[in-house]
Structure formats: structure tokens, C-alpha cells
């Protein structure tokens, strides 16, 4: 019995029974330990590293997939209708913009807008553009915009966007023209009020597509003006 040493250590030098077998019973406890932790912490990092992995995987595209809409608009518009959206200057400083399916028809990148009123005029059939131009409502000639409004042919779209000032000259002929196009404000547009307006000869009703504001020195966000107006919508296709 005294010269037995560990049955499962055969590397060990000879021991009395009882130690050997306290050694190989320490060994084996080391090694399952050891091999415990090492399977606990893989499988763990693993579960943690695949979930984190799955969750990116799930989550980063959902955000790059976000639609853009046409003129950057909240919505889409249905089939057989225009998405435009028409932005008013801000006091004298920032002139407006006007986008129609996604095409910015006038803006100050495109250098094509002035003081007073800015106007584009559409084909409200093919949704092509016609006409742009800017009428100066504070010391030009109101008749160029008499002329123009005159003009405009029966079907087309008008987008109109306000600039520092878009009432000083404005006369009753012109309000009528307005009116006329479907216009509720022109009546009460006065200096330097901020007004955005898509309208259409022939219509039968009036637009819902217009916003007024008042120069009020009480509510003006800038000095002398107001906030800048902001309008975006879809405008039907004229089908016949």
C-alpha cells in the first residue's frame, strides 16, 4: 500500500495513498474550475456580442431607410396630385423659396427673387413650369404685375411667395386678380405682411392653400416684421 501512488497521475513520483489521491481529487477540481469559467465567460461574451450585433443590425438600417418626400414634405402626395411647398422671406434678410415636385422654382440660390411678391406660374395639367418673376411692392411699377396677372391663362397654377414688403403698391385691380385666382387674404395683405398662396385661374371656390400673417409689432419676431410663413400640400392635377 505504501508504494501505490495516484492511478490517475501517473506523472507523480509515488505517494502515500491518501495524499495522492487528495492531489488528483485537487487537480481535477482545478481543472473543471477552470474549464467552468472559461465556458461561462465565451458563452456569455458570445450572447452578448451576437445580441448587440442582431440589435445594430435591426435598428441601423430603419433609420437610414426613412423616405424623403418631394420638397422634403412630411407626406406624399396620391397619384394625380402636385407636392410643392412655398417658404415666405424672413424680415429683408432671407428671401423665400418655391419647390414644385420637387424642383425649387425660385429661391436665392437661383437668384430669380426680389422684394414684394415672387410668383411662379405651373401648367396645371403636365405640372411644367411657365413662368417666374418678382414684382417689387414697395417703389415699382404696380403695372408690370397688373400686366402679368392679366395674363395668366386658364388651368395654370399660381405660387406666390412675400418678400419684406408685398402690400405698399398693391391697388384693388390687383386684389381682384387675387381674388380671382381664389385668394381669402388679399384683401387684408398691408406692409410688410408675410403671405404664401398657391392659387389657379378658374377656380370655383377659394384655395386652401394660403397663409397670412400681420406686421404687428406686437407679435413680429423680427424687428419691424414677422415670423416667415411656411406652406407645403398637394395640389390636384387639373384633369380636364
Known sequence: MDSLGCGCCPHLAPLPHLAGVIRCMVL?????????IMQTYFHHSWKTISLRSWLGARNKPSSEKL???????????????????????????????????????????KNNIGRGLNIALVN????????????????????????FLQGIRRGTLVLTASYDD?????????????????????????????????????????????????NDKETNKYEGWPELLEMEGCAPRKMD
Open 124 to 147: 396645371g395639367t403636365t405640372g411644367k413650369l411657365l413662368k417666374t418673376d418678382s414684382f417689387d411692392m414697395y417703389s415699382g411699377d404696380i403695372k408690370k404685375l397688373e400686366t
Open 166 to 214: 408685398p402690400a405698399t403698391k398693391m391697388n384693388d385691380n390687383v386684389r381682384a386678380r387675387f381674388m380671382e385666382l381664389g385668394s381669402s387674404h388679399v384683401s387684408e395683405l398691408g406692409f410688410r405682411d408675410n403671405w404664401v398662396f398657391l392659387g389657379a385661374k378658374g377656380l370655383m371656390n377659394k384655395t386652401p392653400f394660403e397663409k397670412h400673417i400681420k
Open 67 to 109: 423616405p424623403r418626400h418631394k420638397c422634403g414634405n412630411q407626406k406624399s402626395c396620391p397619384q394625380n396630385y402636385f407636392a410643392f411647398k412655398i417658404i415666405s422671406g424672413a424680415a429683408n434678410v432671407v428671401g423665400p423659396s418655391i419647390c414644385f415636385e420637387d424642383l425649387v422654382l425660385m429661391s436665392s440660390i
Open 28 to 36: 481535477l477540481i482545478t481543472l473543471l474550475g477552470t474549464w467552468f
